[in-house]
């Protein structure tokens, strides 16, 4: 650990200077670090360089060494909720680029300026708390939507159960261990905004790490004790006459029980059911097959002949790990996805990262805005949708048509040797229509190898030795692996949940799932999903912090009720309405919603109905507390 001021000199060429330039400010007090020639100049899909010349750079690191030194000997921070115009330079500052009013408060929030955050439950009044202990919540799923509604109903002091089919808590990240999985959003954004993880290995850490995080954070909060593992939550019905929820739960041997809540709130994500692909002869093949989200650890696949039916996300993460290992590789492709260039993907975090992250206050809030702002507000003019473009259905802008060319240049400077690949990795749609991967230069490597062949032809069939593609050639192989992704549009299918007068969920939706907010529905009281529909984020951030606002709005609803007396609500349908012809109307004017695009992100009927259409700052506005006005509220009596 650094303990001279040369030292701490030293370990500072690991950081993001402006990040620190701005913890700077209110550790010294001195707005000077935000000299206008130290602004940096970003590119956009690098890493972070600043454009500060290394002289200047010299300077900066050794003048924060000095304030860093002393702060770590007792000296006070000097200016720890800075005004509002201080915080204005400081957010253009660490951007590079004047960034909008309307995001002071949210950034005075994230930073926890004013000693809370709105994310806190605020449960304070006797008569408050003692209606919240009276209530009763259900959640369903234990990863990471789940723990957080957990910590933050106890938080309030509402009891609740959370149950979760598996046998520990995290979800995804307990479920999908395929060679090579990992977040693809980088870790200081993706955790919670309340508990930070300064040692993180990796800047996108591999699966058991992600895990482990999860765990810590289970055992930390003592969730445990709340959960019920390896119990499956088979339906939920509304109760008029006594407005609760009667849920039947089966537990792994089989025996089922019913218990009630007064609201039932499902985390269960929008990708957590393996989708297959329709193709004939679907189950006829004779050697292990299996889907990438459930990997058979079983299965040796060293020196076997391997077929990968699927290019998504989690292909593009298990091909490189296998490809050394196997025999042959036959890798079908249907549609390319497009790869954004991160060269640290598989980097570790310097350890003089790991150190300014956890002695330097504030660094690591700026740092995560950093995060924020050039992997998501700051990128999503580049896939906004011009409607005057004439310039083809391969781009929606000019800036989109630009960010196309830097892709199609990484592509094309990766393949000198092999120009045969560069028009089947190529995507004819626009950047940001679909799902973006990122990468390192492993995908395209690994499709070099001599072992590997990259098929684009369509699979007729599947047979007992393999698959049949469209031009009659037989492709013989001794596992078959499907990359095919989720069954996305298909929200809640393996729950039966019944609202006011027996309505079915699912047939009220009749397969087109919408929401208000993507938390409630109406005629479905006191039922809240996190991470439902219209709630996706494409090239905007890290799905933690829209679970983070969804659970402090429903947070927020179960208080109103507690302070009004309702047993119930439900949004107006009008209200309902309203919201989802919006975003409807804002969906079509991004690259996702261009009518010349299909992907997971638009259902059977064609309607993106995974999406949020706005900016993260919106869903932080409109998620801050649940208005009144939008809702019925019913008291008991009422409602029987």
Same mark, same amino acid.
């Given at each position: 650990?650094?303990?001279?001021?040369?030292?701490?000199?030293?370990?500072?060429?690991?950081?993001?200077?402006?990040?620190?330039?701005?913890?700077?400010?209110?550790?010294?007090?001195?707005?000077?670090?935000?000299?206008?020639?130290?602004?940096?100049?970003?590119?956009?899909?690098?890493?972070?360089?600043?454009?500060?010349?290394?002289?200047?750079?010299?300077?900066?690191?050794?003048?924060?060494?000095?304030?860093?030194?002393?702060?770590?000997?007792?000296?006070?921070?000097?200016?720890?909720?800075?005004?509002?115009?201080?915080?204005?330079?400081?957010?253009?500052?660490?951007?590079?680029?004047?960034?909008?009013?309307?995001?002071?408060?949210?950034? *005075?929030?994230?930073?926890? +300026? #004013? %000693?809370?955050?709105? @994310?806190?439950?605020?449960? $304070? =009044?006797?008569?408050?708390?003692? &209606?919240?202990?009276?209530?009763?919540?259900?959640?369903?799923?234990?990863?990471?939507?789940?723990?957080?509604?957990?910590?933050?109903?106890?938080?309030?002091?509402?009891?609740?159960?959370?149950?979760?089919?598996?046998?520990?808590?995290?979800?995804?990240?307990?479920?999908?261990?395929?060679?090579?999985?990992?977040?693809?959003?980088?870790?200081?954004?993706?955790?919670?905004?309340?508990?930070?993880?300064?040692?993180?290995?990796?800047?996108?850490?591999?699966?058991?790490?992600?895990?482990?995080?999860?765990?810590?954070?289970?055992?930390?909060?003592?969730?445990?004790?709340?959960?019920?593992?390896?119990?499956?939550?088979?339906?939920?019905?509304?109760?008029?006459?006594?407005? *609760?929820?009667?849920?039947? +739960? #089966? %537990?792994?041997?089989? @025996?089922?029980?019913?218990? $009630? =809540?007064?609201?039932?709130?499902? &985390?269960?994500?929008?990708?957590?059911?393996?989708?297959?692909?329709?193709?004939?002869?679907?189950?006829?093949?004779?050697?292990?097959?299996?889907?990438?989200?459930?990997?058979?650890?079983?299965?040796?696949?060293?020196?076997?002949?391997?077929?990968?039916?699927?290019?998504?996300?989690?292909?593009?993460?298990?091909?490189?790990?296998?490809?050394?290992?196997?025999?042959?590789?036959?890798?079908?492709?249907?549609?390319?996805?497009?790869?954004?260039?991160?060269?640290?993907?598989?980097?570790?975090?310097?350890?003089?990262?790991?150190?300014?992250?956890?002695?330097?206050?504030?660094?690591?809030?700026?740092?995560?805005?950093?995060?924020?702002?050039?992997?998501?507000?700051?990128?999503?003019?580049?896939?906004?949708?011009?409607?005057?473009?004439?310039?083809?259905?391969?781009?929606?802008?000019?800036?989109?048509?630009?960010?196309?060319?830097?892709?199609?240049?990484?592509?094309?400077?990766?393949?000198?040797?092999?120009?045969?690949?560069?028009?089947?990795?190529?995507?004819?749609?626009?950047?940001?229509?679909?799902?973006?991967?990122?990468?390192?230069?492993?995908?395209?490597?690994?499709?070099?190898?001599?072992?590997?062949?990259?098929?684009?032809?369509?699979?007729?069939?599947?047979?007992?030795?393999?698959?049949?593609?469209?031009?009659?050639?037989?492709?013989?192989?001794?596992?078959?692996?499907?990359?095919?992704?989720?069954?996305?549009?298909?929200?809640?299918?393996?729950?039966?949940?019944?609202?006011?007068?027996?309505?079915?969920?699912?047939?009220?939706?009749?397969?087109?799932?919408?929401?208000?907010?993507?938390?409630?529905?109406?005629?479905?009281?006191?039922?809240?999903?996190?991470?439902?529909?219209?709630?996706?984020?494409?090239?905007?951030?890290?799905?933690?912090?829209?679970?983070?606002?969804?659970?402090?709005?429903?947070?927020?609803?179960?208080?109103?009720?507690?302070?009004?007396?309702?047993?119930?609500?439900?949004?107006?349908?009008?209200?309902?309405?309203?919201?989802?012809?919006?975003?409807?109307?804002?969906?079509?004017?991004?690259?996702?919603?261009?009518?010349?695009?299909?992907?997971?992100?638009?259902?059977?009927?064609?309607?993106?109905?995974?999406?949020?259409?706005?900016?993260?700052?919106?869903?932080?506005?409109?998620?801050?507390?649940?208005?009144?006005?939008?809702?019925?509220?019913?008291?008991?009596?009422?409602?029987?």
């Amino acid at each position: 650990m650094p303990q001279t001021v040369a030292q701490i000199e030293e370990t500072l060429k690991d950081a993001h200077l402006p990040a620190l330039m701005c913890a700077m400010v209110q550790m010294t007090g001195d707005a000077d670090w935000l000299k206008s020639e130290w602004t940096p100049v970003y590119n956009p899909l690098s890493r972070g360089d600043t454009g500060i010349p290394e002289a200047e750079q010299a300077k900066i690191r050794k003048r924060a060494a000095a304030a860093i030194h002393a702060h770590l000997e007792g000296r006070p921070l000097a200016l720890q909720a800075p005004p509002t115009e201080t915080i204005r330079r400081q957010m253009d500052f660490v951007a590079g680029a004047e960034i909008p009013e309307q995001y002071v408060d949210f950034l *005075v929030d994230e930073l926890v +300026l #004013k %000693g809370r955050s709105s @994310k806190d439950p605020h449960f $304070e =009044a006797p008569k408050l708390q003692d &209606a919240a202990r009276r209530l009763k919540v259900l959640v369903v799923g234990a990863g990471m939507s789940g723990l957080l509604t957990g910590i933050r109903l106890a938080q309030a002091g509402v009891p609740f159960e959370i149950v979760d089919k598996n046998a520990d808590v995290g979800g995804t990240w307990y479920e999908n261990t395929y060679p090579g999985c990992r977040v693809d959003n980088s870790n200081h954004m993706y955790s919670y905004s309340f508990e930070p993880n300064h040692a993180w290995p990796q800047h996108f850490s591999p699966q058991p790490v992600l895990l482990q995080y999860f765990q810590g954070i289970a055992q930390k909060y003592d969730l445990k004790k709340h959960i019920r593992f390896e119990t499956l939550v088979e339906t939920v019905a509304w109760d008029e006459a006594r407005s *609760v929820w009667r849920a039947t +739960l #089966k %537990g792994k041997d089989g @025996k089922t029980e019913v218990v $009630e =809540a007064n609201a039932v709130v499902t &985390a269960v994500g929008q990708l957590n059911r393996p989708r297959f692909p329709d193709i004939e002869g679907m189950g006829s093949f004779e050697g292990p097959a299996f889907h990438s989200a459930e990997w058979r650890h079983d299965v040796d696949l060293k020196g076997k002949r391997v077929i990968v039916i699927g290019t998504g996300a989690s292909a593009y993460q298990f091909v490189p790990e296998i490809a050394p290992d196997v025999a042959n590789l036959k890798v079908f492709q249907r549609n390319p996805p497009w790869a954004l260039p991160v060269p640290h993907y598989h980097e570790d975090v310097p350890e003089g990262m790991k150190w300014t992250l956890e002695h330097v206050p504030y660094y690591d809030k700026w740092y995560r805005f950093w995060l924020f702002w050039m992997t998501t507000e700051g990128f999503l003019p580049m896939v906004k949708s011009d409607p005057q473009w004439n310039g083809g259905p391969g781009a929606v802008s000019e800036m989109n048509a630009g960010l196309r060319d830097m892709a199609i240049a990484g592509f094309a400077a990766q393949l000198a040797e092999r120009p045969d690949l560069l028009p089947k990795v190529t995507p004819d749609y626009p950047v940001g229509g679909k799902r973006a991967v990122l990468d390192n230069g492993v995908w395209l490597g690994a499709l070099k190898r001599d072992n590997v062949e990259l098929i684009t032809d369509g699979i007729v069939r599947i047979t007992p030795k393999g698959v049949v593609t469209a031009d009659g050639q037989a492709h013989e192989a001794d596992v078959l692996i499907y990359g095919t992704g989720f069954q996305a549009s298909n929200f809640l299918s393996f729950l039966k949940i019944r609202g006011r007068g027996g309505q079915d969920l699912h047939e009220a939706w009749g397969g087109d799932a919408r929401a208000y907010l993507g938390i409630t529905h109406p005629r479905f009281p006191n039922l809240f999903t996190i991470y439902g529909p219209n709630t996706n984020i494409v090239v905007n951030g890290s799905i933690i912090f829209f679970s983070e606002c969804a659970v402090r709005y429903i947070v927020g609803a179960l208080k109103l009720l507690a302070e009004t007396g309702a047993a119930a609500m439900e949004p107006k349908q009008a209200v309902y309405d309203d919201f989802n012809r919006r975003v409807d109307e804002a969906n079509a004017g991004w690259a996702w919603g261009s009518p010349h695009v299909s992907s997971w992100y638009k259902n059977q009927f064609g309607r993106v109905s995974q999406n949020w259409p706005f900016g993260l700052i919106d869903y932080w506005k409109a998620t801050l507390e649940p208005n009144p006005d939008d809702f019925v509220l019913e008291k008991a009596h009422e409602a029987a």
